[in-house]
């Protein structure tokens, strides 16, 4: 398999700053059949950056770094691969007069230090980048190929997939096609999952799979590679159907899904509309409902009823019923969605109740216990959660990530007995 | 300075898994006057894990490795770091026995293959995990250090802190006191903050600037390097409050601090109640307020009206009122307030409306086009912002954050007039 090495330049890797790019490419070159041999993140100093160059491109045929391209003195990745293959600097034409047209175009002046953004290594190939002035480059070398893109991810993204890819299917013919499945999964745990699929690909020439885990969701990569392209597209959707046929309702999606995404198609499928009343998860399940360009459609509201005043207000619950139940309990929780759904009219809800912790948990009911309440008018029920060996953070993302799989779950019995 | 470089070992990591490990040990080892040399990830395969700790430990006096030291076959980082070493894998008797008493006391079966996790290479100085069963440790080989860790941030974290960082700080006895003040700043662009602090470190002995941002905020990292740790500190503080004066109220906290974390401290501070109204940000302010644990105390319930009869039904907005001005105006904005302010009581509330994209944007009403209103009854404001240059997730996440902000400087204003 043809392995890829990926060098992120920039103080600020090292200083706490997250680095996205390495993960991103990480999927993609995985997608087109490179496997990612090595990560590296170093300083903005040229020798650093032209040891690791020459390191990497020994160990792999293909070098992609991200950053240090831009026009301060900081940004100094040219000049090091330049260094690396033996050439020198020099201007390229083109480039320069696309950046002065740019600058004249906005009527701005050019700051002279923007040349220097228009010199490649000599002999190198450009790449366009259709999203900002940064330039990216492929250099040879002996047969090995460096790429250098900016580092910022949107830049970066559309200049992997539009110009270096297609160099790539080129440069290095496949005597075998990828195909990937990826399926998305909640419910499980990594290990539960991985003994379902036990023995999954055994004996079939060519498959792998490969899992990773986004707290609390598990994604499985089904793959297979072949010499004929319909095959290992065929090979890969058999696999799929036999680990959805295995892990059954938990496979709640592909490739790039979410959950919100996903609920929101059935929601626009049935033609119905949600409503959600949130305390201990304070407006999350509302927050991810309306990340999914387009949610007006089918979403009406959301509470966040965190305090009881705010849950007789909005919900039309009674002090009394709060007071012998307590804020947390079936009771209450029920009652939550009965009173969204009656005061809203949406078809649908969920209502959550739950102590997030660290305070405010007792012996009867301690931190991590979180009602939640799912359903229509006519149908809906109450169930109790104990997330208790989880911190504050992740009982809240437990709780809104349950909230919506068993909405899913509601709406595809739906789907089925209207079908 | 004193160098360390950081190793992050699992083939997860070159296939899409996002490595927060060496972003925290980058802030945590700078903190303590540690610079970060180079970041690596690499495969599960000693032949890798020992090369890079080879180049590595040329480089620096220090490595850090995170994973790898599970009981599967996969977990190869300890074999690898007793080649690196020169020494063998002996089994720690100490740490056997808890491993033995761990699984007796829960009454679990214990897999022979655990035994695996109690050995070290020889001559190796454990480092106690109190959160979990992976074990760590330090090797050191020619005066140059590799110290092992889980890959489970929680765990990863806390044997840093509570067991490497002593051992450092003895081996490694400082000639000098390095002390650090951090700024957090929204309302400025990297480049503005950079702009205004021009100058803030220069002719100051061992001082330095150093930026992150992360959208939408900035932080900067103000460090003072003093053979005198009281010197140090001072200095710091100096330049910390020349920074705020230069930055104004953009600056709303610092370390630890989040927008979330100051307006809850103000709002507890003022023993004033909060409550929001939420259409674009679709419960994001909600969620953000209640991330904060004891939020309880003062906020009491968000509306996240998408819809517009959820406007007219939880807000008391007339739909006459939506019909002549549209659901995304000034004076619909306004009225969210009102209307929030006058249903809940609340104290103090946010209003937020606007139109996030990609659709439903007209060339009035752009896409990116949000209003917010804050305050109380008796003094609000509204604002039109114009996001347009954001994609969806980022205009939602900086009407969010503006909001957010809006609200603190209101309060800043009160405390400011109560005082």
């Keep these: 398999m043809l392995e890829a090495a990926i060098l992120t330049i920039g103080d600020e890797l090292l200083e706490g700053k997250l680095d996205t790019n390495s993960a991103w490419l990480g999927v993609e070159l995985d997608r087109i059949g490179w496997r990612v ?3 590296r993140h170093c300083r903005d100093e040229v020798a650093d950056i032209q040891r690791n160059l020459d390191e990497l491109s020994t160990l792999c045929p293909l070098v992609i770094t991200t950053g240090g391209l831009g026009p301060t003195t900081d940004d100094l990745t040219t000049l090091a691969v330049a260094r690396w293959s033996g050439t020198v600097l020099a201007l390229h034409e083109a480039t320069w007069e696309q950046i002065q047209q740019r600058f004249a175009a906005r009527g ?3 700051p002279a230090s923007n040349i ?3 010199h490649y290594p000599a002999g190198a190939t450009p790449l366009v980048n259709r999203e900002g002035s940064a330039v990216g480059y492929l250099v040879e070398k002996d047969g090995r190929l460096v790429a250098s893109f900016p580092g910022v991810p949107r830049e970066m993204k559309r200049m992997v997939e539009e110009e270096l890819f297609p160099l790539l299917r080129d440069r290095f ?24 699929l036990d023995g999954l690909v055994d004996g079939i020439a ?12 598990v994604r499985v990569f089904l793959k297979v590679n072949r010499a004929d392209a319909v095959e290992a597209d065929r090979v890969a959707a058999e696999l799929a159907a036999e680990a959805r046929r295995r892990l059954g309702d938990r496979v709640y999606g592909q490739d790039d899904d979410t959950l919100e995404s996903v609920v929101g198609a059935l929601l626009a499928k049935l033609e119905l509309r949600l409503a959600v009343a949130e305390s201990c998860t304070g407006g999350m399940i509302a927050s991810r409902i309306t990340d999914v360009a387009g949610s007006s459609a089918y ?25 012998s139940h307590g804020a947390v309990s079936d009771e209450v929780c029920a009652a939550m969605l009965e009173g ?34 799912w359903g229509d008018l006519e149908g809906h029920d109450v169930r109790a959660f104990h997330f208790g060996s989880l911190k504050r953070d992740d009982i809240r993302k437990l709780a809104a990530t349950t909230g919506l799989d068993l909405l899913r779950r509601f709406l595809l019995g739906r789907l089925g007995s209207a079908g």
């Design 299 to 323: 979403f009406d509201e959301g509470v966040v009823t965190y305090s009881n005043a705010a849950k007789v207000r909005r919900l039309g619950i009674t002090t009394e019923l709060i007071e």
């Design 108 to 110: 701005l002046d050019l």
């Design 116 to 118: 220097k953004q228009a």
């Design 173 to 196: 013919p496949r005597d075998e096609y990828r195909a990937i499945r990826a399926l998305r999964i909640f419910g499980h745990t990594e290990s539960g999952v991985n003994k379902r």
């Design 37 to 39: 041999r090595e990560v």
């Design 340 to 373: 969204l759904l009656t005061q809203t009219g949406a078809d649908v809800g969920i209502a959550v109740t739950g102590i997030a912790g660290p305070g405010g948990g007792t012996s009867e009911k301690p931190v991590g216990l979180v009602y939640i309440a």
């Design 206 to 217: 060519g498959a792998q799979i490969a899992y990773l885990v986004s707290f609390p969701e």
